[in-house]
């Protein structure tokens, strides 16, 4: 039986998203696809307590990363829009670090400055090429009859823009903090 849950996280929100992805597997579902930006499916399982982690590599994983996670007993079974998604169940035996993909602190805070620089970064320069010039545009009256639904409706993108932008850059900046050693 599959089922698919409606949910919303941002760049930032990985860390929540793998909590969430963790009580859904202990409530016997796991998760078997994602299409973004929300839609989780899920197959029925057994109820577990399995541990997920999302690794950010905007690219293919080579053989060998793959091999060394494996090799720690992770299992890889998707990607999606540059994220990695891995599992492992959880057991009476597991040593309190054994539960995390990253070994060191370091690799956690540079996914994070990966984060800023390859997603982050990107969508502050569409808004600031794309929405602001609207916007502005549709507020001077530039855009004719029409002006105040476009007014509205650029006004709705920036003010969801530059929310999502500072919460994403804040929150992306605390994990990273978090992690420097």
């Known amino acids: 039986m599959r089922k698919t849950f409606i949910r919303f996280f941002t760049i930032a929100d990985y ?22 930006p929300c839609f989780y499916v899920f197959e029925a399982c057994e109820p577990q307590d399995v541990v997920y982690r999302l690794d950010f590599k905007n690219a293919k994983p080579s053989g060998e ?20 998604f891995f ?17 060191d602190n370091a690799s956690r805070a ?26 502005f545009n549709a507020v001077s009256g530039r855009l004719g009859a029409f002006g105040w639904i476009f007014t ?11 929310y999502l932008i500072v919460h994403c850059g804040i929150k992306l900046k605390r ?7």
């Open 65 to 84: 990363y793959l091999q060394l996670a494996r090799d720690f007993g992770w299992e890889y079974f998707m990607s999606s829009m540059g994220w990695l």
């Open 175 to 181: 994990i990273r903090d978090r992690y420097r050693w």
């Open 152 to 162: 509205r409706l650029f006004g709705a993108i920036f003010l969801i823009d530059v």
């Open 15 to 36: 860390e929540e998203e793998e909590a969430w992805l963790r009580e859904q597997h202990q409530s016997g579902w796991r998760l078997v696809g994602l299409t973004p």
């Open 110 to 135: 540079d996914m994070a400055a990966s984060i800023v620089r390859t997603r982050l970064v990107p969508i502050a320069i569409i808004f600031l090429c794309c929405v602001l010039p609207n916007l």
């Open 87 to 103: 599992r492992k169940p959880t057991d009476a035996a597991m040593e309190p670090d054994e539960d995390e993909l990253f070994s």
